[in-house]
């Protein structure tokens, strides 16, 4: 019996995205694409068109997270096919401009990749966010870029969750990706985070380049931490929080959570623990965005996902 390699032949990537300011008050990707804007030769490759990209400009120009709504939640097809009519929420209007633009989504003229930039405030270092296990030139990116970076490391956040997946700016494009770096409190340019951002952006468009070239990648396998759970904080009838992130959680983004390990503490001085049976990997461990979306981290656990070998499909 002959041996045959399963490589995947996939699409050229020739159009690719940069979106800063979907939050318009996470400092760094906000910085880079503007600095982007007025000088791409940083972020130019070959045959690869390269547009850097504000994607909420009114949020980044009064620096808070949204006008109206969280446009990284506004992409669901039923607000992408929302008759345009006035007095609209102002994140509403631009998800359907940024689909005309970038998408549409779903469709074959989409964009074939867009990074969106992201800052948190939680401890979670460069994390690389993927909404599928199955797209295999993301996979293919992120291994990529993970073996470049090290030393350094940067983890994988898998978010295709039934329930807790959400509508992201990003998905307009066929290979979405979200790079979330902190910790950065909103409104505030850390050094350290910046340029974290800016060299994995480096090294991802150093793969998009390879592949175009007709490079192929062997086949690899993906550390990856999957979504699990949201854990909101304990609260009174009334609603309102009534403890904090306990000091043994605080900044301990990706490290194993246990039966029996410290959650919260309360106001009135109690700990709170966790009770599950299996261990679990926190991340965006209270993040100051999140406190409207009543979530205080988020559980994950570790997988391991494997690609296929792949390269750009003969035309
Ligand atoms: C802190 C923050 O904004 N995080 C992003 C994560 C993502 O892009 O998936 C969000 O909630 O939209
Ligand atoms: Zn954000």
Not at 2 to 31: D, P
Not at 90 to 115: C, H, L, T, W
Not at 141 to 168: D, F, G, R, W
Request: charged letters at 20%.
């Amino acid at each position: 019996m002959s041996s045959r390699t399963n490589i995947s032949c996939l699409q050229e990537a020739a159009r690719v995205a940069i979106f800063g300011g979907t939050h318009g008050n996470e400092m760094s990707g906000i910085t880079l694409v503007n600095m982007w804007i007025q000088n791409s030769a940083e972020i130019e490759r070959n045959r690869l068109v390269v547009k850097p990209f504000i994607s909420n400009p009114r949020a980044v120009e009064k620096c808070s997270r949204y006008i109206d709504t969280d446009l990284n939640r506004a992409f669901t097809p039923e607000t992408l096919s929302a008759p345009d009519v006035e007095g609209l929420p102002y994140e509403v209007q631009r998800a359907k401009e940024i689909n005309q633009m970038f998408g549409p989504k779903g469709s074959s003229d989409a964009y074939d990749v867009i990074f969106d930039l992201h800052n948190t405030t939680s401890n979670m270092g460069s994390t690389l966010i993927l909404e599928s296990s199955t797209d295999l030139f993301n996979l293919q990116m992120v291994h990529y870029i993970k073996k470049a970076l090290a030393p350094h490391t940067c983890s994988v956040l898998l978010n295709e969750h039934p329930q807790l997946k959400y509508s992201t700016t990003r998905s307009v494009a066929k290979h979405p990706i979200g790079l979330e770096v902190g910790p950065q409190p909103q409104g505030v340019l850390r050094s350290n985070v910046f340029e974290s951002m800016r060299t994995i952006l480096k090294h991802a468009l150093d793969f998009i380049q390879l592949f175009n070239s007709g490079v192929e990648f062997p086949p690899c396998t993906v550390d990856v931490f999957r979504v699990q759970e949201r854990m909101d904080y304990p609260r009174d009838t009334n609603g309102n929080i009534t403890a904090m992130v306990h000091p043994h959680l605080q900044d301990c983004d990706w490290e194993p959570l246990n039966h029996g390990d410290p959650m919260f503490l309360t106001f009135d001085g109690r700990t709170v623990l966790y009770e599950g049976a299996n261990t679990v990997y926190p991340t965006f461990i209270n993040e100051a965005a999140y406190y409207e979306k009543q979530q205080a981290f988020m559980t994950t656990c570790r997988e391991i996902l494997a690609a296929n070998a792949i390269r750009k499909a003969c035309k």
